[in-house]
């Protein structure tokens, strides 16, 4: 790896070895080159952080915050964009492996003090919102409550979640809540869109 990136014809490249594989030269020769003047397309450059990225799942342009952090790569992005890694992520992660290790880790120490912190905060958020709710959106968010847990008796793996998550600032309140099917509310996790279904 080198503290500088060597641009070559508009290309970054992080390594020498690397620049002379993908040009079919010697690592020696490309050396010389940055060295000579008599290839200008060939220097050390400072690396700029690129505006936007391509997706390699759905292959969309998107702005550089709708990637993923990944400390490996230069930009310090990953090469998925949000939405297809919790998609893969989904569909590919073994569940049960996943819930087993789940377990493990919420059965220590810091497990629990994270559960416990998690629960105080949320209760705190659904607190202050229902204060300013009137008896008419109460008592629709104690129905919709009650539809959740009828479906799941009939067999029904469904969520009652918020369109903007509390986490985000989002409020415990009829706008703010919907009814999804547990699969789309793991895909969607802490992101603020609502999940519509065809009727």
Not at 141 to 169: A, E, N, Q, T
Request: proline share 3%; charged share 30%; net charge positive.
């Amino acid at each position: 790896m080198l503290s500088k990136p060597v641009l070559i014809s508009n290309v970054y490249y992080n390594s020498i070895r690397l620049a002379a594989i993908n040009l079919g030269v010697d690592h020696v020769t490309i050396k010389q080159r940055i060295k000579s003047r008599n290839f200008p397309e060939y220097s050390y450059t400072e690396y700029r952080l690129p505006k936007e990225k391509k997706c390699s799942i759905c292959n969309e342009i998107k702005l550089l915050d709708q990637f993923k952090l990944n400390k490996v790569s230069r930009d310090g992005r990953s090469c998925q964009c949000k939405k297809c890694h919790s998609e893969n992520t989904c569909r590919n992660v073994d569940r049960q492996k996943a819930n087993i290790n789940n377990l493990k880790y919420l059965k220590t120490e810091k497990g629990r003090a994270d559960t416990k912190m998690r629960k105080v905060a949320r209760k705190q958020i659904v607190k202050i919102s229902l204060k300013t709710l009137s008896n008419t959106d109460k008592k629709y968010i104690r129905w919709l409550h009650w539809k959740v847990s009828k479906m799941r008796r009939y067999g029904f793996d469904v969520h009652l979640d918020h369109v903007v998550p509390l986490s985000k600032g989002g409020k415990h309140e009829p706008m703010n809540l919907q009814i999804v099917h547990g699969t789309d509310n793991a895909i969607k996790n802490n992101r603020n869109y609502k999940i519509e279904y065809a009727a």
